[in-house]
């Protein structure tokens, strides 16, 4: 059934309203391996094709605790057994002296955490990608939106899909070559 | 021009707002009246102005939150300040009623909020009835209250004549806003936000200034020798957290019904949640920084704020805040769907209310009692008078939401917050 030479199907919209229209009845219809791309962030186009949560938040969380606990527990150990001073008659655990460190680096290592996360997660830097193949794929950073449902889909079929996307009214339908 | 104003049926309050106005003046009529007779008896007079004081910065930090949040979504933009613009605004008019609410302390309570620490014999004079050995003070308190030679104390009081400043200034930046938006209701429409702009951008930078002086006058000259400078920030981060705190209470009773059933996006509440952990962090950030910057300078004048409240019982309290006013809030404010499910975050929000309070009173009463067991045979009051406070004040404010549409429908971007709406309620 699967083409190997064909990627999946496009269909192109001129305003946000008609392409989360179109992902919602595309989701509805049965489809579930599809992508919607956009020149803006647009909440709801990402929950009309079924993307609710990904594992950011919780690398950004465990790389945060990480970093603060590195933090403290380095100073505390510089300052309590590596090599104690005494600084002005404070006892050598002066924690509240470590927060502002350790703030810095709870920090730092959720947001290096988050970016790294991002990008291990969604397989950035990606040089290649089928949907650049389609020529009016170029306005996606501009003024268009489109949603692409992958042959991989177990609803996909090339006639019926193609017959689907349009019956969504998109500006155009067109083949994906992977 | 002879188009029709705004229509007040479309996009009007629902009816609980009148349920509740009713109800919120009942409480204030029935705690009022018990503050009352505690203001009225002799023996709980001063604790009476102790928990007075805690009360209305309690209020008056909602509502000059409000009058800043309503600013800086002026400077700002954004879909989160277009669903909760009225319910600032609505707030932003209690102002002549915080005003009216301060009378009492200038005519009858200044002797008993002002006249230092004197329990536990280990107190300080203040300023209203300064020791004469303490010839620094004394010399001051002329200064700060402008008293002294044949000048009564009453008329010629520096306290009450930078009271009605702050006020007026306040109430000035108020009213110009509220009638700008007044004014855009009124077609024709033209594009009102640049005018905002030009009332908020002065407006900020007035309201952080004064509400600094307003609180170093009112709240930390309760010990005249101490001081700090990071004192009002502390207080602005406290006042923007308790009046977005607020606005999440309200949107969440508004969002069972119409038009805020249609209005209400989980995106914009999911942004107030973020603006509660942004300001529970700010709060927390000053809230530390005086520590440490006191606890390293480890100076006898200043660390006396830290040692009367980290002993004597008092650091249980602080112990409190340190756990609720941050560490819950900011691990619960931490998860996307939590903040994006307005009913969940209006318990919090409450609660953070409540936490101001906990936190007022960790500033104002440990000025009066030297143990936390010293005074509380008065604390009902602490609890009481605020109540009365807020059953008023949120009495006007369910009224004034009453007044106007929820949506300020003629503005710039409300047009497209509609369509936008409209979409994704399909």
């Known amino acids: 059934m699967k083409d190997p030479r064909i990627f999946g199907l496009m269909a192109e919209f001129g305003d946000v309203n008609s392409a989360i229209t179109a992902a919602r009845d595309t989701y509805a219809a049965g489809y579930r391996k599809l992508d919607a791309y956009s020149p803006f962030p647009v909440e709801e186009l990402s929950e009309a094709i079924g993307f609710h949560k990904n594992g950011v938040p919780l690398i950004c969380l465990i790389g945060g605790l990480l970093g603060g606990t590195a933090a403290f527990t380095l100073q505390w150990w510089i300052n309590t057994i590596s090599y104690p001073i005494n600084i002005g008659g404070r006892p050598p655990n002066s924690w509240p002296s470590f927060i ?12 290096l955490s988050a970016v790294f996360g991002m990008l291990a997660l969604n397989g950035l830097p990606m040089p290649y990608h089928p949907v650049f193949n389609v020529p009016q794929f170029d306005a996606v950073t501009k003024d268009k939106f489109f949603i692409v449902i992958f042959s991989s889909d177990k609803k996909y079929d090339p006639v019926a899909t193609r017959q689907f996307l349009e019956g969504l009214n998109p500006l155009s339908v067109a083949e994906v070559p992977s | 021009m002879t188009a029709a104003r705004v229509n007040n049926t479309e996009f009007a309050a629902p009816d609980i707002v009148n349920t509740i106005h009713q109800r919120s003046l009942a409480v204030g009529i029935i705690f009022g009246v018990a503050s009352l007779i505690a203001a009225i008896l002799p023996g709980t007079r001063e604790q009476f102005f102790h928990s007075y004081l805690i ?3 309690l209020w008056l930090g909602i509502t000059l939150g409000c009058l800043a949040i309503l600013m800086i979504q002026h400077m700002t933009g954004g879909m989160w300040g277009m669903v909760i613009r009225r319910q600032l605004e609505a707030a932003v008019k209690t102002l002549p009623l915080m005003a009216a609410l301060f ?7 200044i002797p008993y909020l002002y006249s230092g620490s004197h329990e536990g014999g280990a107190g300080w004079s203040g300023w209203f009835n300064p020791d004469p050995a303490d010839k620094h003070l004394v010399e001051m308190s002329h200064v700060y209250l402008q008293r002294g030679g044949t000048a009564t104390f ?3 009081n520096g306290y009450i004549g930078r009271a009605i400043v702050y006020f007026a200034i306040w109430i000035m930046i108020g009213w110009a806003l509220l009638r700008k938006s007044a004014q855009q209701d009124d077609p024709p429409i033209e594009n009102l936000s640049p005018r905002f702009r030009r009332i908020a951008a002065p407006g900020l930078i007035l309201y952080a200034f004064t509400i600094s002086f307003a609180v170093i006058d009112w709240v930390m000259s309760l010990d005249p020798h101490w001081i700090s400078t990071i004192y009002g920030f502390i207080f602005i981060a406290g006042e923007l957290l308790s009046a977005i705190s607020l606005m999440v209470v309200v949107e969440a009773i508004m969002s069972n019904y119409e038009p805020m059933v249609s209005l209400l996006k989980a995106k914009e509440v999911q942004d107030h949640g973020k603006l509660m952990l942004t300001f529970v962090m700010l709060w927390a950030y000053f809230s530390f920084s005086q520590l440490l910057i006191i606890w390293a300078g480890n100076l006898p004048m200043e660390i006396r704020f830290f040692t009367r409240r980290l002993n004597s019982g008092w650091q249980e309290i602080g112990l409190v805040l340190v756990i609720f006013h941050f560490f819950v809030p900011f691990f ?4 996307r769907s939590f903040k994006r499910n307005p009913h969940q ?3 919090l929000a409450g609660f953070m209310i409540f936490m101001r309070f906990v936190d007022l009173f960790f500033y104002i009463e440990p000025n009066f009692h030297k143990s936390v067991l010293g005074g509380v045979a008065g604390y009902w009051l602490d609890l009481v008078v605020p109540i009365a406070i807020g059953g008023f004040w949120m009495a006007l404010f369910f009224r004034n939401l009453r007044l106007r549409p929820l949506l300020p429908v003629y503005d710039m971007h409300a047009q497209q917050f509609l369509e936008y709406a409209g979409a994704s309620h399909e």
């Open chain 2, 345 to 347: 975050l209006a318990w």
């Open chain 1, 100 to 111: 502002i460190v350790t703030f810095e680096m709870t920090i730092l290592f959720s947001g």
């Open chain 2, 154 to 156: 009453l008329f010629l």
């Open chain 2, 332 to 335: 619960m404010l931490l998860s």
């Open chain 2, 55 to 57: 009360g209305f910065m």
């Open chain 2, 103 to 109: 009378i009492p302390v200038l005519v009858v309570g």
